[in-house]
């Protein structure tokens, strides 16, 4: 399968984006999707995660409450709201995909999408 992010920007500290991730060449409910976003120099974190049927999410510690993961299996996208954003959310965001959950949500993805900048000011 392959990804697409996009829906990155420039935004100021206390706004929102929506980030979609467009899959192809696959089944996509067949697979669970993951976010997550890395800054230069900084290891890839985990931000959200949700079930391939969307019944189960994940979201790390400064994503609750802020951030939402949602898709539409029927448009073969998924999406990650951003709320609240802060300028530490400044980062490349990923979207990734994997079909088993072996090694649950947050880890093990094997297909990636390009990322797409966020940037928030202050």
């Given at each position: ?44 974190e ?32 998924a ?7 802060r ?36």
């Open positions: 399968v392959q990804l697409q992010a996009s829906g990155g920007g420039l935004v100021q500290a206390g706004g929102s984006l929506r980030l979609s991730c467009a899959a192809s060449g696959g089944t996509f409910s067949r697979y669970h999707v993951g976010w997550f976003r890395q800054a230069p120099g900084k290891e890839r985990f931000v959200a995660a949700i079930f391939r049927t969307g019944g189960n999410t994940e979201y790390a510690d400064f994503a609750k409450g802020r951030f939402t993961i949602s898709r539409d299996n029927s448009k073969n996208l999406y990650l709201q951003m709320n609240s954003l300028p530490e959310d400044t980062n490349v965001y990923y979207c990734a995909a994997k079909a088993d959950v072996v090694t649950g949500l947050r880890t093990g993805y094997f297909y990636w999408g390009q990322g797409t900048q966020v940037t928030v000011s202050s």
